[in-house]
């Protein structure tokens, strides 16, 4: 998914279109003062590891399926969000993907009795997104969530999941998880979604949390049981 389809280009204004922004008139009016473009961050990336274990209880069988990645994000695109009186209350930024690469291995149990797996060096992955609030603002009504400060963030796993069939096979398809909630709609195949707003560690320079998510309520056939882990850690320009 690419954060940018839901941007609009106006000369060289840049107006997001995201539902962090949390205001009903966006579809109404096509227009958004609200928001103008800042200086945009250079060199600054975020790097560390996430991973993505899933039970799948199948009929007849077990399907455990770990997908490990290593990530690279770099910021840019600095927004500045105004709240009701025009004033900045945060700004947004989006990660842009520098590196996600993932490394799959999973057994069929009772079924067909096999395992697989391999690496994936993964191209034009999705873009996250952070919300960074300034202090004393009042910023929920602008963003439509609270974000903590020193802020906070939202990423999308690809692949995180059915990557890989028995053997080294690449299956086709892209089935996400996602790290975070709030701060836009992934467009995409959602395995499991975050329940919760996911606030910057050690001021404002590390991600870092987990959660696990079960899609029994579904009542289908197959069941998924996920644990879902990251780490990532802010990186300034040397």
Not at 100 to 109: D, E, F, K, N, Q
Not at 167 to 184: A, C, E, M, P, Q
Request: charged share 20%; aromatic share 6%.
């Amino acid at each position: 998914m690419d954060i940018s389809r839901t941007m609009t280009v106006l000369g060289n204004r840049v107006l997001f279109l995201l539902p962090l922004l949390g205001l009903a008139a966006l579809g109404a009016t096509n227009t958004v003062p609200q928001i103008a473009t800042a200086a945009s961050p250079s060199g600054i990336v975020w790097v560390g590891t996430a991973h993505v274990d899933v039970m799948i209880w199948e009929p007849g069988g077990e399907h455990p399926y770990s997908t490990a990645f290593e990530l690279e994000y770099r910021e840019a695109g600095r927004v500045a969000i105004h709240g009701a009186s025009d004033t900045v209350v945060a700004y947004g930024i989006r990660l842009l993907p520098q590196r996600i690469s993932t490394r799959v291995h999973h057994v069929v149990r009772c079924l067909l009795n096999c395992s697989g797996g391999g690496e994936e060096l993964i191209v034009d992955g999705p873009e996250g997104q952070l919300v960074m609030p300034l202090s004393r603002r009042e910023a929920v009504s602008a963003i439509g969530v609270r974000v903590p400060p020193p802020g906070a963030y939202q990423i999308v796993l690809p692949r995180a999941i059915s990557a890989f069939a028995c053997g080294t096979k690449k299956n086709v398809g892209d089935r996400w998880v996602i790290v975070g909630s709030g701060l836009f709609h992934p467009a995409g195949d959602i395995d499991a979604a975050d329940s919760q707003i996911r606030a910057l560690e050690a001021g404002g320079t590390r991600m870092r949390g987990s959660y696990v998510f079960t899609d029994a309520s579904r009542r289908q056939p197959v069941r998924h049981d996920y644990s879902v882990t990251w780490d990532l850690r802010r990186q300034a320009p040397q």
